[in-house]
């Protein structure tokens, strides 16, 4: 089976522009969950999606959005970029929705630089 | 609440050395507990994962941990380090549930001296 996959890996942009980052999952896997990796926070939990709906959120701003498609694939967008923002991104998907019992596989990450 | 403390965020061992890298928890419920391993510009790969049927967890390129509920943690080890290994390592627990959420640790880089 093909792994997670993202795109695009690497992504340069400036203050107050958006950006949309993309993300596969495992063939068959239905939950799909973002992560910002960041030197200074560490990993954040973002936003986990399940068949189409938002299940689970972190403490991110609302510039911070994302959603999931019929086929799984899901998208996040992030408005109004800012400095902070410059994160790698990693997108996680499993079987079911919840962290715990069910284990899940990262995808390789989109760098966001934000100028 | 969860929380994961790593301790340190560098750790220094020679080839062929023991690996030992530290994970305590927090959790209000009975955990699920995890190491991944993240290598350069890569995502994280799962390493191992405790689901409370044995303490003694083996993992992937010879890693394990023991779950030690008195203690609050979850180290990992490898009783000879490779020069692969060099990485960064990610201490993660969650609850059950499928509003569960990932929480993880500051991250600990090993470096393997020749």
């Known amino acids: 089976k093909a792994g997670v996959t993202q795109t695009p890996r690497y992504l340069i942009k400036t203050r107050g522009q958006q950006v949309t980052l993309s993300c596969s999952p495992i063939?068959?896997?239905?939950?799909v969950s973002w992560y910002q990796q960041t030197p200074g926070q560490g990993l954040q939990f973002l936003f986990e999606?399940?068949?189409?709906?938002?299940?689970n959120k972190g403490n991110f701003p609302g510039r911070f959005s994302g959603r999931q498609f019929s086929n799984s694939r899901s998208e996040m967008n992030v408005s109004t970029l800012e400095l902070g923002d410059s994160a790698l991104y990693l997108c996680?998907?499993?079987?079911?929705?919840?962290?715990?019992?069910?284990?899940?596989?990262f995808g390789p990450g989109t760098r966001l630089t934000v100028l | 609440a969860q929380s994961v403390t790593q301790l340190g965020s560098h750790v220094s061992v020679s080839e062929g050395a023991l690996v030992l890298l530290r994970c305590n928890y927090s959790?209000?419920?009975?955990?699920?507990l995890f190491w991944y391993v993240q290598y350069p510009n890569q995502g994280l790969q799962l390493l191992l994962k405790?689901?409370?049927?044995?303490?003694l967890v083996k993992g992937i390129n010879g890693f394990e941990a023991e779950f030690k509920k008195s203690e609050t943690s979850f180290h990992l080890t490898k009783p000879s380090a490779h020069m692969s290994d060099a990485a960064e390592y990610f201490c993660?627990?969650?609850?059950?549930?499928?509003?569960?959420?990932?929480?993880f640790g500051k991250g600990i880089t090993l470096s393997v001296r020749p």
């Open positions: 405790y689901t409370s049927a044995a303490t």
């Open positions: 996680a998907s499993s079987n079911y929705p919840g962290q715990g019992s069910d284990t899940q596989y």
């Open positions: 999606y399940f068949s189409e709906t938002q299940r």
């Open positions: 993660a627990v969650a609850g059950a549930g499928a509003n569960s959420k990932l929480t």
């Open positions: 959790s209000s419920v009975p955990p699920y």
């Open positions: 063939s068959g896997h239905r939950s």
